[in-house]
Nanobody, 118 residues
């Protein structure tokens, strides 16, 4: 059974930073591309960043230069370092496998809430 457990979110002021962590199990983690996604209430889920099995990364234009995705295959974890946070970053952040038709996924973890507010 696939399991995805996100952690590290919180309430931060604009300009602040967090490190989000995703613990994955139930599949061969090292062979899959992974992604971080986010969703605000009333909005559609969006892809924020992705990392391939070979650690090639891509970022949404809105977060490029501020967020960094990384993975530790020995620990079956994928991290998202989020810096220079702005209120528009407020959302629930999720991790999952990444490929082109990710919008069809039916399993998601609980996510971790990031709130950016003064």
């Amino acid at each position: 059974q696939m399991q995805l457990v996100e952690s590290g979110g919180g309430l931060v002021q604009p300009g602040g930073s967090l490190r989000l962590s995703c613990a994955a199990s139930g599949f061969t983690f090292s062979s899959h591309a992974m992604g971080w996604y986010r969703q605000a209430p009333g909005n559609q889920r969006e892809l924020v960043a992705s990392i391939t099995s070979g650690s090639r990364t891509n970022y949404a234009d809105s977060v490029k230069g501020r967020f960094t995705i990384s993975r530790d295959n020995a620990k079956n974890t994928v991290l998202l370092q989020v810096n220079s946070l702005i209120p528009d970053d407020t959302a629930v952040y999720y991790c999952n496998i990444y490929f082109a038709n990710w919008g069809t996924f039916t399993y998601w973890g609980q996510g971790t809430q990031v709130t950016v507010s003064s």
